[in-house]
C-alpha cells in the first residue's frame, strides 16, 4: 500500500468517483475523471512505481487499456522498458510471432486470449505488471503464467485499486496498491 500521505493520493482520493451500470447493477470507478488531472497524471507513476523500486524491473508491462496508459509512467519513473500486452493479438504476417496465455474467468465470467509479441520481454527480464484495478486478478494471473512461461522474473503487480477478494490472489501476484477498496 502507497503512504497515505501523498498529496497526490489525496487528490485521487478526493477525486474518486463509483458509477453504477444499469444493465448489470455493477459498479466501477470512473478512472477519466483521475487521467484529466495534471497533477494526479504526473504523480500516478510514481506512486505505482515506489513499492518495486529495489526490485529493479527492468521492463513494465500492461493490458489494455488502463496498462498501456499507466506502464510507460511507471515504466519512465524505474528506468525500465514498456512492453504492451494485446488482447486477442492477430498474425499480421507470417513472421510476426506472439507469446499467448489464456486468463482464468474474468469479473464477467470470460476467458481472454492475452499476448506479448516475441522477445518484448526475455527471460533475463524482470516484468512489472501494472493496471487500474485487480478485481478478480484474472488478467495479472494470465500475466504472470506468460511471464514465467517466458522464463523471466516476475516481480510483482501494481494496481491503482485494490477489489481483489482472495489474500491467496494478492500474495501470488505480490500486489500492491494505491488504494484498498474499503478506503474509498
Same mark, same amino acid.
Do not use: C
Given at each position: 500500500m502507497t503512504s497515505s500521505a501523498s498529496p497526490v493520493r489525496a487528490r485521487m482520493a478526493d477525486l474518486f468517483e463509483w458509477v453504477t451500470d444499469d444493465g448489470t447493477r455493477s459498479s466501477y470507478v470512473e478512472f477519466q475523471r483521475l487521467w484529466?488531472? /495534471?497533477?494526479?497524471? *504526473?504523480? @500516478?507513476?510514481?506512486?505505482? &512505481?515506489? /513499492?518495486?523500486?529495489?526490485? &529493479?524491473p527492468t521492463v513494465v508491462i500492461g493490458p489494455p487499456s488502463s496498462g498501456h496508459l499507466l506502464g510507460p509512467l511507471v515504466a519512465a519513473e524505474v528506468g525500465a522498458g514498456f512492453g504492451a500486452v494485446v488482447k486477442d493479438p492477430v498474425r499480421l @504476417?507470417? *513472421?510476426?510471432?506472439?507469446?499467448?496465455?489464456?486468463?482464468? /474467468?474474468?469479473?464477467?465470467?470470460? %476467458?481472454?486470449?492475452m499476448g506479448l509479441r516475441r522477445g518484448v520481454v526475455t527471460s533475463a527480464d524482470r516484468v512489472l505488471a501494472v493496471d487500474?484495478?485487480?478485481?478478480?486478478? *484474472?488478467?495479472?494471473? &494470465?500475466?504472470?503464467?506468460?511471464?514465467? %512461461?517466458?522464463?523471466a522474473t516476475w516481480v510483482g503487480s501494481s494496481v491503482v485499486l485494490d477489489l481483489l477478494s482472495?489474500?491467496?490472489t494478492r500474495r501470488e501476484l505480490r500486489l500492491q496498491a494505491v488504494f484498498h477498496s474499503r478506503e474509498l
Amino acid at each position: 500500500m502507497t503512504s497515505s500521505a501523498s498529496p497526490v493520493r489525496a487528490r485521487m482520493a478526493d477525486l474518486f468517483e463509483w458509477v453504477t451500470d444499469d444493465g448489470t447493477r455493477s459498479s466501477y470507478v470512473e478512472f477519466q475523471r483521475l487521467w484529466r488531472d /495534471p497533477e494526479i497524471l *504526473s504523480g @500516478i507513476g510514481p506512486l505505482l &512505481a515506489a /513499492p518495486f523500486a529495489e526490485a &529493479a524491473p527492468t521492463v513494465v508491462i500492461g493490458p489494455p487499456s488502463s496498462g498501456h496508459l499507466l506502464g510507460p509512467l511507471v515504466a519512465a519513473e524505474v528506468g525500465a522498458g514498456f512492453g504492451a500486452v494485446v488482447k486477442d493479438p492477430v498474425r499480421l @504476417i507470417d *513472421s510476426d510471432d506472439w507469446v499467448t496465455v489464456t486468463t482464468p /474467468p474474468d469479473y464477467r465470467d470470460r %476467458h481472454l486470449t492475452m499476448g506479448l509479441r516475441r522477445g518484448v520481454v526475455t527471460s533475463a527480464d524482470r516484468v512489472l505488471a501494472v493496471d487500474d484495478v485487480a478485481d478478480t486478478g *484474472s488478467q495479472l494471473l &494470465a500475466l504472470k503464467r506468460l511471464v514465467e %512461461h517466458i522464463g523471466a522474473t516476475w516481480v510483482g503487480s501494481s494496481v491503482v485499486l485494490d477489489l481483489l477478494s482472495l489474500n491467496t490472489t494478492r500474495r501470488e501476484l505480490r500486489l500492491q496498491a494505491v488504494f484498498h477498496s474499503r478506503e474509498l
